[in-house]
């Protein structure tokens, strides 16, 4: 089978989640045997690994447009050339006209559900950018969502809830959406190349003696929730870290938010999957307090290193988390939940140690890159037998 993966989001630049499941997927197809070319943003192409890169404007609301008329236009050469069986693109992209071949998109969220919470509740919007965004990007993203919907054989979703989501905002055929949930390459996760102590030197931490956020800085990622609950539980544990890694257009808020604490720290973006495995390994716990969520990543990340994780009851977060067994659950926006279930956490090492070594069994048996990998399979499998 001759496949061609469009995504714009792919290493070395990983902007989030999009971009792991990128990378996930196309090595887990490449080690079934599929003939695998990829189109994504850069300047320097790889043919012998059949990696093609297309220059791309980096204007913020309207780069993803300017990828994808780029893309587009060499996936047509190329087709030409392969002959290509299946299309697949890694999130929704305005298509003109449909590829004449059985094409695939996967959904990681829905625009129009972000603008939905953004309009409930006015506070999420905490920047001039995030206002800009519910302006300008949320809506074009919108129409991006409907227009791929439409143009798009099969839909795959990582979690249930935002398969019902796309259906009934998209208004598509429910036999064209189907669920996959995102996978985790537990062998990454168990090597690390890096000196564990050096890296926690680097950022002045200790292990066990640090919470850790990871993700992009949003406000939908409820960070500022996160910053709110540590304040209160810094009142008894005094040594205790917030490590906040990650970039986005809310940082600046937020470490406006933090004024006065030394003990949080931010990290920015880190690149290097062994020094994220590092910050996992060694905290005490992950936290996630998103409003809103497809199948995050991180969380898979986190219970792939042995860690309990306590987060909001949002999107597919509850099909990762068994509350009160690998981590714990609480409404989005709630600073009191969060810290109430951090605060057990911290009481227990033991019971941090037990939630994480049930978190680790659960993901193996449910989330491992195989059973994704072949279930995308399937879904290319069942369109060659209808074309």
Same mark, same amino acid.
């Given at each position: 089978?001759?496949?061609? #993966?469009?995504?714009?989001?792919?290493?070395?630049?990983?902007?989030?989640?999009?971009?792991?499941?990128?990378?996930?997927?196309?090595?887990?197809?490449?080690?079934?045997?599929?003939?695998?070319?990829?189109?994504?943003?850069?300047?320097?192409?790889?043919?012998?690994?059949?990696?093609?890169?297309? %220059?791309?404007?980096?204007?913020?609301?309207?780069?993803?447009?300017?990828?994808?008329?780029?893309?587009?236009?060499?996936?047509?050469?190329?087709?030409?050339?392969?002959?290509?069986?299946?299309?697949? #693109?890694?999130?929704?992209?305005?298509?003109?006209?449909?590829?004449?071949?059985?094409?695939?998109?996967?959904?990681?969220?829905?625009?129009?559900?972000?603008?939905?919470?953004?309009?409930?509740?006015?506070?999420?919007?905490?920047?001039?950018?995030?206002?800009?965004?519910?302006?300008?990007?949320?809506?074009?993203?919108?129409?991006?969502?409907?227009?791929?919907?439409?143009?798009?054989?099969?839909?795959?979703? %990582?979690?249930?809830?935002?398969?019902?989501?796309?259906?009934?905002?998209?208004?598509?055929?429910?036999?064209?959406?189907?669920?996959? %949930?995102?996978?985790?390459?537990?062998?990454?996760?168990?090597?690390?190349?890096?000196?564990?102590?050096?890296?926690?030197?680097?950022?002045?931490?200790?292990?066990?003696?640090?919470?850790?956020?990871?993700?992009?800085?949003?406000?939908?990622?409820?960070?500022?929730?996160?910053?709110?609950?540590?304040?209160?539980?810094?009142?008894?544990?005094?040594?205790?870290?917030?490590?906040?890694?990650?970039?986005?257009?809310?940082?600046?808020?937020?470490?406006?938010?933090?004024?006065?604490?030394?003990?949080?720290? #931010?990290?920015?973006?880190?690149?290097?999957?062994?020094?994220?495995?590092?910050?996992?390994?060694?905290?005490?716990?992950?936290?996630?307090?998103?409003?809103?969520?497809?199948?995050?990543?991180?969380?898979?990340?986190?219970?792939?290193?042995?860690?309990?994780?306590?987060?909001?009851?949002?999107?597919?977060?509850?099909?990762?988390?068994?509350?009160?067994?690998?981590?714990?659950?609480?409404?989005?926006?709630?600073?009191?939940?969060?810290?109430?279930?951090?605060?057990?956490?911290?009481?227990?090492?033991?019971?941090?140690?037990?939630?994480?070594?049930?978190?680790?069994? #659960?993901?193996?048996?449910?989330?491992?890159?195989?059973?994704?990998?072949?279930?995308?399979?399937?879904?290319?499998?069942?369109?060659?037998?209808?074309?």
């Amino acid at each position: 089978m001759r496949v061609c #993966f469009i995504t714009f989001d792919y290493p070395p630049k990983i902007i989030g989640g999009t971009g792991t499941y990128a990378e996930t997927l196309v090595k887990g197809l490449k080690s079934k045997g599929i003939d695998l070319f990829l189109i994504t943003r850069g300047f320097q192409s790889d043919i012998g690994q059949r990696t093609y890169r297309v %220059p791309s404007s980096n204007s913020r609301y309207w780069r993803r447009l300017f990828f994808i008329k780029s893309a587009l236009r060499l996936f047509d050469k190329l087709n030409k050339l392969w002959k290509f069986d299946v299309v697949h #693109f890694n999130e929704p992209h305005i298509m003109l006209k449909k590829p004449k071949i059985p094409t695939v998109c996967t959904f990681h969220s829905t625009q129009v559900n972000e603008i939905k919470l953004k309009l409930a509740d006015i506070n999420t919007l905490k920047t001039v950018r995030d206002i800009e965004d519910l302006v300008l990007k949320s809506p074009v993203g919108s129409v991006f969502d409907v227009f791929t919907a439409h143009a798009a054989d099969k839909i795959i979703c %990582p979690s249930p809830n935002l398969a019902e989501l796309v259906k009934s905002y998209c208004l598509v055929d429910e036999r064209k959406v189907c669920c996959i %949930p995102n996978g985790v390459d537990f062998e990454a996760f168990d090597k690390i190349d890096d000196d564990p102590a050096s890296i926690l030197r680097k950022y002045d931490l200790k292990k066990d003696n640090y919470l850790l956020f990871m993700g992009r800085l949003s406000s939908l990622k409820g960070v500022q929730y996160l910053i709110d609950a540590f304040k209160v539980i810094k009142k008894d544990y005094i040594n205790m870290k917030l490590v906040i890694v990650g970039t986005g257009d809310l940082e600046g808020y937020l470490k406006n938010l933090s004024q006065g604490i030394a003990s949080i720290v #931010f990290t920015g973006h880190i690149d290097s999957l062994n020094v994220r495995t590092i910050l996992y390994r060694n905290c005490a716990s992950v936290v996630v307090p998103s409003i809103y969520e497809g199948l995050p990543t991180v969380v898979l990340e986190a219970m792939a290193c042995g860690k309990a994780v306590v987060a909001s009851g949002v999107g597919g977060i509850p099909l990762l988390i068994r509350h009160g067994q690998n981590g714990f659950l609480t409404k989005p926006g709630d600073s009191e939940g969060l810290e109430k279930f951090i605060r057990v956490l911290l009481e227990n090492a033991n019971l941090r140690e037990n939630m994480g070594a049930f978190g680790r069994k #659960f993901i193996e048996e449910k989330f491992s890159v195989d059973r994704m990998v072949c279930d995308t399979l399937k879904v290319y499998d069942s369109l060659l037998q209808l074309s």
